[in-house]
Structures are given as structure tokens and as C-alpha cells.
């Protein structure tokens, strides 16, 4: 009786076996000719995506350009007043400004004074800027930042009771990592 239960049962797992197989080899074949697809079409997508990115630096250089046509220029009046709250209105500091303007922060402080006039150049970048709003410009300045690379020199800063505290490059660079992401949001 014993060899009868063995035999029936071994006859029981062959056939069982070949119907699993018999159902599961068409579907390892699918599996096989998906895969082969997906990664073709991977492959196809890097190589589009590089060339999106390609094609998506130049056009986001172009994109930021602070111009104004002449008659704007020649028409628009720049108060120190108006350069002054125009800087304001955007929420950046003359330094910053004076980034996106390409101008020296010497420039900006003295056009708020009054002492300068800008120059045709950055007068069109002045005015362009007023078309702005303050996330364009924010997201302007987090550009300038991506493109230029951290310096490992020390800088100093000025901290209360006119005692000098040295902050290291990399310090500052993070803290305006940060400060972009955080605007970002």
C-alpha cells in the first residue's frame, strides 16, 4: 500500500509540475520580451532626456536676461527713490541687485545716493526688473548662485559690539543653499 501512495503521489506532482509549466512558459516569455522593451525604451529615454538638457541650458541662460528696448530706456525716469524701492518691492539687498544688474555693489549704493546715474546697459536691466515679480527674481538669483562655484577662502562679517567673527566660505555657501531651498518652497 505504501508504494502505491508514493507512486500515486509522485505521478500527482509530475503532472502538476507540467502544468505549471505549460501555463508559466508563455508568461516567461512575455516577461522576457517586456523586459527587453523597457529597457530599449530606458535606453531611448536617456538619450532624449540629455538631449532635453541640451537644449533647456541655453534656452534658461536666455531666459534671465535683464533687457529693456531703447525707447523704454530713453523714456524711463530712475530716481534714486524709484531705484531704491524697486529694490525694496523685490525684497533683495544692493548686493543682490547689483548681481542681477551685472553692476559693482559700489554703483547700486551710490545710484540710491544719487551721486550716479546708471548707464544705458543696466538702466535697461533696472527696468526690465520692474516687470519682475519677487519669485522671478528670487529664482534669478538661485541661478546666479548654482552657476558660480564655492570658494574655499575665509570670509569675514561684521558681528555686534564691532568684534570680527571669520566664517568659513563653505559656511556661508550652505547657508545660501538653504535659504534658496527654503524659498523655493
Known amino acids: ?14 503532472l502538476a509540475k507540467r502544468e505549471i509549466k505549460s501555463t508559466f512558459l508563455p508568461l516567461r516569455r512575455e516577461v522576457r520580451s517586456l523586459r527587453l522593451k523597457v ?55 544692493q548686493r543682490e541687485l547689483a548681481s542681477l544688474t551685472g553692476a559693482s555693489m559700489g554703483a ?14 543696466k538702466k535697461g536691466a533696472l527696468i526690465a526688473l520692474r516687470r519682475l515679480g519677487k519669485r522671478q527674481v528670487k529664482r534669478m538669483l538661485a541661478e546666479k548662485v548654482k552657476s558660480k562655484k564655492p570658494e574655499t577662502r575665509v570670509m569675514r562679517r561684521k558681528v555686534k559690539r564691532n568684534t570680527r567673527k571669520v566664517v568659513p566660505r563653505r559656511k556661508v555657501v550652505r547657508r545660501a543653499r538653504r535659504a534658496i531651498k527654503r524659498a523655493k518652497r
Open 1 to 14: 500500500m505504501g508504494k502505491i501512495e508514493s507512486i500515486v503521489k509522485s505521478e500527482i506532482q509530475r
Open 39 to 93: 529597457s530599449g525604451l530606458s535606453k531611448n529615454f536617456k538619450v532624449l532626456n540629455r538631449l532635453a538638457k541640451e537644449q533647456i541650458i541655453p534656452m534658461a541662460s536666455e531666459k534671465f536676461k535683464l533687457e529693456a528696448s531703447p525707447e523704454e530706456v530713453k523714456i524711463a525716469r530712475l530716481t534714486p527713490a524709484r531705484i531704491r524701492n524697486l529694490r525694496k518691492k523685490l525684497g533683495i539687498s
Open 108 to 121: 547700486v549704493v551710490m545710484w540710491e545716493k544719487g551721486k550716479f546715474k546708471p548707464k544705458a546697459d
